[in-house]
């Protein structure tokens, strides 16, 4: 689980968080109650994930 949890917070760091969200529900899918980490870090890759959305809807916003 650490080095599924491992992967996950590596690819996030490099923007890859497709990749990153499936090493963190494996890791929490081999050690669901040892692996609080890759949930944080789930709960931390959907505020990326919101905030680029946000972030996409006002550039498209600003360009009309």
Not at 4 to 15: A, E
Not at 22 to 35: G, N, R
Request: hydrophobic residues 40%.
């Amino acid at each position: 689980a650490d080095a599924y949890s491992n992967l996950g917070y590596f690819l996030m760091q490099d923007g890859d968080w497709v990749g990153a969200r499936a090493y963190f529900e494996k890791a929490i899918a081999v050690s669901p109650h040892y692996h609080e980490l890759a949930q944080e870090n789930l709960k931390v890759l959907s505020r990326l994930e919101d905030a680029a959305v946000r972030r996409d809807a006002l550039g498209a916003k600003s360009t009309h």
